[in-house]
């Protein structure tokens, strides 16, 4: 059994939900993971409680920002080529777009506290 940890208000987090995904959810549901910066267990408890996740940037999610951004413009290359497009990279492409969008939005406010 998995040692007891305190979530940041201080509760005890000892209980465990699973449940069963397709692989292709599951490289979904990761690919998101790495996105957000958070830990899996934060990203899902985020979501499943319909609270905004909130990215932080930092090097590991710049440099999954940067992977991902390289494996979409591949996809879009195929695509260019002829091929079809999959709900599964509109939806990441959307995620992408939100973060960078986010980021964008702080960038501004920093700058803005700065002058």
């Known amino acids: 059994m998995s040692a007891k940890n305190l979530d940041q208000k201080g509760r005890w987090r000892n209980k465990v939900v699973a449940f069963r995904v397709s692989p292709e959810e599951d490289a979904q549901i990761e690919a998101y993971v790495k996105l957000s910066g958070l830990t899996k267990q934060d990203y899902i408890t985020n979501r499943l409680l319909c609270r905004d996740v909130i990215v ?11 992977g991902k951004l390289n494996e979409t413009l591949d996809q879009l290359q195929r695509i260019r080529a002829g091929g079809n497009v999959d709900s599964d990279l509109l939806e990441l492409l959307e995620m992408i777009a939100g973060i960078l969008g986010g980021m964008k939005n702080e960038t501004k406010k920093t700058e803005q506290k700065n002058e």
């Open 56 to 66: 932080e940037g930092s090097p590991r999610v710049y440099k999954a920002l940067k």
